[in-house]
């Protein structure tokens, strides 16, 4: 609690020097600000809702217990005024803000929190986040539909939360803060059934006004919002269905002010040389990590030796020049922004010689043939052609299989079927700033399942226990040390080599000129991509 | 005439039926697992399989497809996998803006293909006629997604005189309804040069020209009316054409139309939508075949249906 209260406090000298030197540059309330999209919205029910485009829309009409400070992953209170954490880390108790209320009028009590997580898990929800809240005590009798309450969860009073886990788990906290944790009214959802997600009713700083199916959202502003000043915006208009390129011509035109699809791969070049267009970019780092996955089951992937001549042959700067410097090398599964990340690490670097040299001594010599899996859509298949030209390099002839993602994504989950896949445009951006999501379900046992995300099919007991260990330290001090762990823990894995690590994308948010408010909030690492509630109109 | 409109529905009924088993046999044989897909990466096997049951994914394929099909005659076309909508709330949405720019779109191939041909045929082997077919040819073998693009940026980007895409008044509707039209004219103006040439060459025109008619008069009162038949039918053969070209031009200019919620469901693999989208087109095209042949028993009563 001290901490964050003293979070608060530099936030607030922050705010108050930057003031001083820029008073042109304090947040104006008001205006109306028009945002722009390609596909159709699919749903704002934050149990359902798990796409880009549609995750900081339910941010801004819904809350959690937990959010971020605008613009960055430190975790704040939001709903929960404050909570405190038993010794042995199993429980949480969480004190609610009084007098915060739903748009419709009636005020959020504990029994909303308790209800909402219910509804996320309960199967007849079909909700894709249900799997995140495993930890809380009840989660297996509700999920399996023999249970609609979790037992894990008290209500002691009106403003009081308690949640009871099965296993001490220090991403809890984060979990609290995911859009499938926000509260949502009973009533309102038994009102609208399936359809609450056209109908959407929380205790956001904005609300929707209107709905023009496949063509336009409002979003006005809460004015019972219980943060004071926030929104700056009084409204939002989503326009839904406009081709990238023309949303790029109408933002130059004035008529947009944000473009929220960003730039497409073929308009990028020209766009980045232009110095109109980049005051009117922002770019940010992503958590997000774009790999080769190397079936560690298949031969002759099965040999370490080969995986690391892999590793070796691939230049990933001339990857990253193909898809126009939108991204940054890497050598090592966890993205940069994420705790943990090594900056000292070296990895497996270019080398074409010495992974000739690892190749012959695997006895390959004459290199092999085998399969690389890419999903059909600009640029990964370029990306792919120049993976495997540079596998050429080393006598590997990979065969490119591009298809539709849903088709790569149920190869991957197949251990017999893909040697190797790029993740281009499937996986893997981070749910939440931990680096426990980078592991599970991708490098970890749980995932090497038919129909899991470890593609890679690696599966390291000992690490996982490693992990286990480390996602027990919940104690706020033990953060470093936790964070060190998990540094080790993906390096370790890379000792093994699954993957070939290849760039962390960058994020590219375009804006209209009269668009005011912090760069980072246009590239909010987890209101993604534009923290709706801070941005205001100059 | 009655047992022939009945005759026609009934062949209709079957050609949709068989349209709909096709269409899901195919969705049906995708390997992509809508369950997994609705589960979300974080889902146990468990909650996986929970879904696939509520979906009636589990059941064999007969079964699912009489299903859908004992829905779909209960007006009910299922649920948006991704939007979690239903299907045809989505549709309905969007069918009035897509009849809006196929009404003006075909008005505008119509207007453009039946001129063209009018003024090749008058004028037939010289430069102008040459130029005039050259025209309607590129126009056919464009692709519409590049010809949208340079149509927007010419007369939206360049030249200003419409508006950078979108939905509302005229205005929005011009340009995508043009670009439609000179695209799919072509088709309609070679077909009214030929049967225009045809028809000049018969002895009714001759004689109608020695006793003294305009040369007006008869192009507009014999010509036309007689060169003009082939073209209705035509009209009902295009609609299917046309619709692969709507798909393509409402996305472009951000259409609010069934193209492109057809579009978007493709890329996410949203079956009940796809299906919903074709049986639609399938149902319009089916029936505008029908209305066209019976257009052409009005316009031409020459035409016997009896002895068909």
Known sequence: MHKVLKGFALTAMAVAISGAVQAQETPKPGGEVIVTYQNDVATLDPAIGYDWQNWSMIKSLFDGLMDYEPGTTNLVPDLAERYEISDDGMTYTFHLREGVTFHNGREMTAADVKYSLERTINPQTQSPGAGFFSSIVGFDAVSSGDATTLSGVTTPDDYTVEITLSAPDATFLHLMALNFASVVPKEAVEEWGRDFGKHPVGTGAFKLDDWALGQRLTFVKNEDYYRDGIPYIDQIDFEIGQEPNVALLRLQRGEVDIAGDGIPPAQFLQSRQDPEFQKLMVIGDQLHTGYMTLNVTIPPLDNLKVRQAINMAINKERIVRVINGRAAPTNQPLPPAMPGYDSDYEGLSYDVEQARALLEEAGYGDGFETELYVMNTDPQPRIAQAIQQDLSQIGVQAEIKSLAQANVIAAGGEQSQAPMIWSGGMAWIADFPDPSNFWGPILGCEGAVPGGWNWAWYCNEELDARAEEANAMVEPDQREERARIWGEIFTTAMDDAPWVPIFNEKRFTVHSARMGGDDALYVDPVHVPVNYDYIWVK | ?308
């Open chain 2, 1 to 308: 005439m009655a047992w022939y409109i009945a005759k026609r529905l009934f062949y209709a009924a079957l050609i949709l039926l068989g349209v709909s088993f096709i269409t899901y046999l195919l969705l049906f044989l995708i390997p992509a697992d809508p369950a997994r897909q609705i589960a979300g990466r974080s889902a146990t096997p468990e909650v996986v399989a929970n879904i696939r049951h509520q979906l009636g994914l589990d059941l064999p394929f007969y079964e699912q497809y009489l299903r859908y099909l004992w829905q779909l005659l209960h007006g009910d076309l299922g649920r948006s996998y991704v939007q979690r909508s239903q299907v045809s709330d989505l549709m309905a949405a969007r069918i009035g803006p897509t009849l809006q720019l196929m009404a003006a779109g075909i008005g505008f191939e119509l207007l453009i293909g039946i001129s063209l041909g009018l003024v090749a045929a008058i004028k037939r082997n010289s430069g102008l006629d040459r130029a005039l077919m050259a025209f309607s040819f590129i126009g056919v073998s464009s692709p519409h997604f590049i010809a949208a693009m340079l149509a927007l940026y010419f007369f939206a980007v360049k030249l200003g005189w419409f508006p950078l895409g979108g939905y509302g008044g005229i205005e929005h509707l011009l340009l995508p309804a043009i670009t439609l039209g000179v695209l799919g004219s072509g088709w309609y103006s070679r077909m009214v040069r030929s049967s225009m040439i045809e028809v000049l060459h018969q002895d009714f025109i001759r004689t109608a020209r020695a006793k003294g008619l305009t040369r007006v008069r008869v192009l507009l009162r014999h010509v036309l009316p007689n060169a003009i038949i082939p073209v209705i039918p035509m009209i009902g053969i295009d609609i299917g054409i046309f619709m692969s070209g709507l798909v393509v031009v409402e996305s472009v200019f951000g259409w609010p139309g069934l193209g492109q919620l057809a579009w978007q469901a493709i890329q996410q693999v949203d079956i009940p939508i796809i299906v919903g989208v074709t049986t639609l087109s399938a149902v319009a095209i089916v029936l505008g075949n029908l209305v066209a042949d019976l257009a052409v028993l009005l316009v031409d009563p020459r035409i016997d249906v009896k002895n068909s």
